[in-house]
Every structure is written in C-alpha cells, then in structure tokens.
Nanobody, 124 residues
Framework: QVQLLESGGGLVQAGGSLRLSCAAS????????MAWFRQAPGKEREFVAA????????SYADSVKGRFAISRDNVKNTVYLEMNSLKPEDTAHYYC?????????????????WGQGTQVTVSS
C-alpha cells in the first residue's frame, strides 16, 4: 500500500508556472506507475500525464503536451508535475495516483491509490 500527498498548488497568473509534487510513503514507490489527473468544478476528472516505474516512459494529454512535464525521483519517493505557460483552463484540483500494473494508463479506474489533491488556480 502507498499513501500519496500532493503539494505545490496555488494561484498564478496566466502564462506563469507551478511545480506540483506528490510524496509517497513506503519503500515500494518504484514499483508503481504514477500519474496526474485533474478535475475542474462541474467537470469530470481528466487525465493529465503519466510516467512509468523507471521514468523512462511518459504520456501526456493533448491539452498539456509541450507545456507540462512529469518526472519522478525514486530515491525521494516523489513524482513531479512541472507546469508552464499556464492557462485559465488549467484551473482544477490536481491529484496524483499510483498503479502497480497499468503503465501509462489514462483511465482513473486503473489506479489503486490517490492523494487528496492540490488546487491550482490560473487567473486571466
């Protein structure tokens, strides 16, 4: 089992940047594929980015490709989401999630563990 704790959210102007972190408990972090999802008020949760156990493979939603970057540090048990050129439509609650088997999965149901999330608000 793994517990996830996100941080790094906040209020930023359009065009700005934020770096989200997701710290995982336990010594098995490197056995999980990781991902970021987001959910805006009144909208369904959507996939943002995913990264494989080793970090060698990544996948992005078309809406964030070229602006966001996912990475992980298996020594620090942390996954990151670097967000650049932020837009008001990026405003959402951002969650990290862990999956023991589903590499680069875009469906939330494939992930077994979720954090509480961190709010990102982008003003125009």
């Amino acid at each position: 089992q793994v517990q996830l704790l996100e941080s790094g959210g906040g209020l930023v102007q359009a065009g700005g940047s934020l770096r989200l972190s997701c710290a995982a408990s336990g010594r098995t972090f490197s056995t999980y594929h990781m991902a970021w999802f987001r959910q805006a008020p009144g909208k369904e949760r959507e996939f943002v980015a995913a990264i494989s156990r080793s970090g060698a493979m990544t996948s992005y939603a078309d809406s964030v490709k070229g602006r966001f970057a996912i990475s992980r540090d298996n020594v620090k048990n942390t996954v990151y989401l670097e967000m650049n050129s932020l837009k008001p439509e990026d405003t959402a609650h951002y969650y990290c999630a862990a999956a023991p088997e589903a590499v680069l999965a875009r469906d939330g149901w494939r992930y077994d563990y979720w954090g509480q999330g961190t709010q990102v608000t982008v003003s125009s």
